[in-house]
């Protein structure tokens, strides 16, 4: 019998795409982007939802009040990848019965927190029980402007690539996480466990790159920059050079990295939830976007590769290319791989 | 410890509305209706979720055809309850790694045909693996007249109560379900089996009875009729009293009930997932809308209470009135109740 982890997520997911085509003139993008884009009078409403479950996304006895700051954060950040702003939100909890019900009045006070100061509304939801792990879905509703929408598919043979923050740094989290006898630096481990823990969307550097004008195409990093790239690229009808030598690793993963004997560019690379924003620009706009980003929020943007006509991605050090193929996290890979 | 089964689904619902009230004034309704309400320049925008635990609200085995009908089903009951049609979804599932690749595609392909006859589109979703139950969680968007847009509360004293069809079949069928031993005529059997496994939201008579301008306030019956109901005069700042010798019960039901020994007006009071819309209209508009009903449908419709200015729900048997309390079904009640 054929299993779902014998076609992936992916698979999945490209089943679905195929049975449902947009039917209505108001859905202006369906499956396959960060968000749903629905044409609302004069703005575009997104739509994005992320489901968090005990035991794959978030361990048991994880605290609540990070798993909120969590929940939110990933679903902002599909909202910031298409160059929107979130404004209202749906719950759904699946919960054990003997849950203390400080878990849940934590959860709840945390997200209403993070709502309030976002001026986020939460509309409704629904609850169960649950007779396994705890289960979370969020959907965010966003709103930008129907000119400015930024999408997967957009990107230029020759545009350049750039990504918005360190890469790797959730991922080198959870592996320290997972190794609790390892002496490490207080301020290096407070750093790694906060970038796994609570990580933070992109939620205004999105909409003003956006707004800008001069961005192709964007995506968020959540499963890693080999996947997040390939989907864009292959939304774009494109392929990808990635710059190896350049890629923005953290200081703390690189110390990390020398405890553990690892390349830290395989975090980089293959790490998801880093929240990174991943964007397209053209070549002679690059210098115009760096000055007005370092202007408005003193950041530097990092470049990671070029778009290609030459499908698939690729790995350049120097003057040395070969294939690259993501691995990046896959939900229903099978134990042998 | 306090745990979630001491409080109570309502209880948690209770302390998230009250953490949560309205920001935005485009949220015309948030927490606490059967959808959520928006302002979408010259309609309204209605919005609502459902979550369906394997172990909790169906069987490990259960067909996913049928499960796939009864999520949107549950869905569709809550937009026609507030008098809209829906229009677009997000699907969430967390899913075991060894699910049959041929759950996944009957599930799929049945909501594909079952969106696609509605001119339904789907928009996106997520998807995980889990390591216990399969759980789904649809999010149904719809669109209604602002002006006709029904809500629980708006009911006033002696209006009249009425639901849109006989209550405890769909609670008489999961009995029937648990007692595979039972001898019982095949039709009968049928019938009962379908209310339960593939009930049938009022998406036609939800729009129509809102667009009739006649009825005050309206929900659909999830929870059982007691419970509804409650949600309902408590919206409306009032109470009901119930026709106990008038509850609209199928023949089916009573013949379970006398094979089982049970009163079926048990299964009418409790019983959740009729999905029947329960509502209200003032005496002096009963008549002019049963008969538009009548002659739109040729159906009829059934008068099983009246709203009072006394608060609480009272059961009315010829001239005696009793309290009636709700024992619908409770996600986290505990197990000695």
């Given at each position: 019998?054929?299993?779902?982890?014998?076609?992936?997520?992916?698979?999945l997911?490209?089943g679905?795409a195929?049975?449902?085509?947009?039917?209505?003139?108001?859905?202006?993008?369906?499956?396959?982007?960060?968000?749903?884009?629905?044409?609302?009078?004069?703005?575009s409403?997104?739509?994005?939802?992320?489901?968090?479950?005990?035991?794959?996304?978030?361990?048991?006895?994880?605290d609540?009040?990070?798993?909120?700051?969590?929940?939110?954060?990933?679903?902002?950040?599909?909202?910031?990848?298409?160059?929107?702003?979130?404004?209202?939100?749906?719950?759904?909890?699946?919960?054990?019965?003997?849950?203390?019900?400080?878990?849940?009045?934590?959860?709840?006070?945390?997200?209403?927190?993070?709502?309030?100061?976002?001026?986020?509304?939460?509309?409704?939801?629904?609850?169960?029980s649950?007779?396994?792990?705890?289960?979370?879905?969020?959907?965010?509703?966003?709103?930008?402007?129907?000119?400015?929408?930024?999408?997967?598919?957009?990107?230029?043979?020759?545009?350049?690539?750039?990504?918005?923050?360190?890469?790797?740094?959730?991922?080198?989290?959870?592996?320290?996480?997972?190794?609790?006898?390892?002496?490490?630096?207080?301020?290096?481990?407070?750093?790694?466990?906060?970038?796994?823990?609570?990580?933070?969307?992109?939620?205004?550097?999105?909409?003003?790159?956006?707004?800008?004008?001069?961005?192709?195409?964007?995506?968020?990093?959540?499963?890693?920059?080999?996947?997040?790239?390939?989907?864009?690229?292959?939304?774009?009808?494109?392929?990808?050079?990635?710059?190896?030598?350049?890629?923005?690793?953290?200081?703390?993963?690189?110390?990390?990295?020398?405890?553990?004997?690892?390349?830290?560019?395989?975090?980089?690379?293959?790490?998801?939830?880093?929240?990174?924003?991943?964007?397209?620009?053209?070549?002679?706009?690059?210098?115009?976007?760096?000055?007005?980003?370092?202007?408005?929020?003193?950041?530097?943007?990092?470049?990671?590769?070029?778009?290609?006509?030459?499908?698939?991605?690729?790995?350049?050090?120097?003057?040395?290319?070969?294939?690259?193929?993501?691995?990046?996290?896959?939900?229903?890979?099978?134990?042998?791989d």
């Amino acid at each position: 019998v054929t299993e779902l982890k014998d076609i992936g997520e992916l698979g999945l997911i490209q089943g679905l795409a195929a049975l449902f085509s947009p039917i209505n003139p108001r859905v202006l993008k369906g499956i396959g982007d960060d968000c749903a884009v629905l044409d609302g009078d004069g703005e575009s409403l997104l739509l994005t939802t992320d489901i968090l479950v005990e035991g794959v996304h978030f361990l048991k006895g994880t605290d609540p009040a990070r798993l909120a700051k969590k929940l939110l954060a990933v679903n902002l950040s599909d909202i910031a990848a298409m160059g929107g702003r979130g404004k209202a939100a749906l719950l759904s909890a699946a919960l054990p019965p003997e849950t203390p019900l400080s878990f849940w009045e934590t959860l709840a006070s945390t997200l209403a927190e993070e709502f309030a100061g976002r001026k986020l509304d939460l509309l409704g939801g629904d609850t169960s029980s649950s007779p396994g792990p705890i289960v979370l879905n969020l959907v965010l509703l966003g709103r930008a402007d129907p000119d400015k929408v930024v999408y997967r598919a957009g990107a230029g043979a020759n545009d350049l690539v750039y990504v918005s923050r360190t890469l790797g740094d959730s991922a080198a989290g959870l592996d320290l996480i997972k190794s609790p006898e390892l002496k490490i630096a207080p301020d290096v481990q407070k750093y790694l466990r906060a970038a796994q823990e609570t990580p933070r969307a992109e939620e205004e550097l999105g909409p003003f790159l956006a707004e800008t004008g001069l961005v192709t195409a964007m995506i968020d990093v959540s499963d890693g920059l080999t996947t997040d790239l390939t989907h864009l690229a292959e939304a774009s009808g494109l392929g990808a050079e990635v710059f190896l030598d350049s890629l923005p690793v953290s200081d703390q993963v690189r110390t990390l990295g020398k405890l553990l004997d690892l390349d830290p560019v395989e975090w980089a690379l293959n790490g998801g939830e880093d929240l990174a924003l991943l964007f397209t620009v053209p070549p002679e706009k690059e210098f115009d976007l760096k000055q007005r980003v370092g202007k408005t929020f003193n950041r530097k943007l990092w470049k990671v590769g070029r778009m290609t006509s030459a499908l698939g991605l690729a790995g350049v050090t120097g003057k040395t290319s070969k294939p690259l193929t993501g691995r990046g996290y896959e939900h229903f890979r099978s134990e042998k791989d």
